[in-house]
């Protein structure tokens, strides 16, 4: 008999794990967030060169076969509700990221996203913070929080200036962290350097944020009007462990397009597939989003900090191997 078809993670898990979900739940009704639904399948993936959509296929014997997506965050469709007036929304669900497996990856996981109208990001940070409170409590309820800027941050841990320092330097401190030889951009540098060096640093005892990404990293935040070098961005990191990312959501239809624009260039460049536009999206800002922040919380990874958990694996009932 084989033994696969077990599950990795414990009863005792699988009840934590319910009981945190429950816990989130109550912390946004508290708050009057809406819980809303989306689609798991879509129609056109994302363009973000570091994500990578899974493709399916609908079977039609009545017409042609039409290919399409799973979603691998809620952040599209859930802006086209907020766009359509929803309100304060939040939304717990699966999504799905091609090529992502390790110690803190696997292909599926839990996401909990939410969206806040005329907040600052400051002051979504605060709610942030004020969750995980709630979800790693009572052991990590007392955690302080500390704010560091993304140029703070490669100063203090790497004495780099990422915003002037240069290129042929910053190859020169990703190599000597490990980077394979070979050509790379100065973002993917800054990305090697901030998931190797610096992440794995940050949020020792602490809840950390990191603001201020480069405008290059902005993905669909807005660029900080007092330094255009920088996006409204922020991403959290505790015991080294990176659990959110947010954003000033960009409401610029156009500025919009030319990034996705831009993503689909670079993964030409880098030999990776590049698909449509999400129409439906470009056309809900066009229509109006609202002013808004919006962050994304990995929930698997929260849950290996409130319980001790060393991989993924361990809190998740089928890792991709046993599904």
């Excluded at 929080?145 to 941050?153: D, G, H």
Aim: glycine fraction near 8%; include cysteine.
């Amino acid at each position: 008999m084989r033994a696969d078809w077990q599950p990795t993670a414990s009863t005792a898990m699988l009840k934590r794990r319910a009981a945190l979900l429950s816990r989130a739940r109550e912390f946004f009704a508290e708050r009057g967030v809406l819980e809303v639904d989306t689609p798991l399948v879509i129609n056109a993936p994302v363009t973000d060169v570091h994500i990578h959509s899974a493709r399916v296929l609908f079977e039609d014997t009545g017409s042609p076969s039409r290919r399409y997506f799973l979603h691998t965050s809620p952040e599209y469709a859930m802006k086209r509700l907020l766009a359509a007036g929803a309100g304060d929304i939040y939304q717990i669900c699966h999504v799905i990221r091609s090529l992502e497996r390790g110690r803190l990856h696997n292909a599926e996981f839990t996401l909990i996203e939410w969206y806040r109208r005329g907040v600052s990001l400051d002051a979504l940070m605060q709610e942030v913070a004020a969750l995980l409170r709630r979800l790693l409590a009572p052991a990590g309820a007392q955690r302080r929080t500390e704010r560091i800027s993304y140029r703070e941050a490669f100063l203090r841990e790497l004495a780099i200036d990422p915003f002037t320092v240069a290129e042929q330097a910053l190859a020169q401190a990703a190599h000597e962290a490990g980077l394979a030889a070979g050509a790379a951009g100065r973002d993917e540098l800054l990305e090697f350097l901030m998931g190797t060096r610096i992440g794995p640093r940050l949020g020792r005892g602490t809840l950390t944020f990191v603001y201020g990404y480069p405008a290059s990293q902005a993905a669909l935040a807005r660029l900080d009007a007092a330094d255009p070098r920088a996006a409204e961005r922020f991403e959290l990191y505790c015991e080294g462990v990176e659990l959110a990312n947010g954003f000033h959501e960009l409401a610029d239809h156009r500025q919009q397009r030319a990034r996705f624009e831009g993503d689909l260039a670079e993964r030409r460049r880098r030999g990776l597939r590049a698909e449509s536009l999400d129409e439906r999206l470009l056309a809900a800002l066009q229509a109006g989003l609202p002013d808004c922040c919006g962050v994304a919380l990995g929930f698997e990874r929260t849950l290996m900090l409130a319980t001790g958990a060393e991989r993924i694996d361990d809190v998740l009932p089928f890792p991709i191997e046993r599904a």
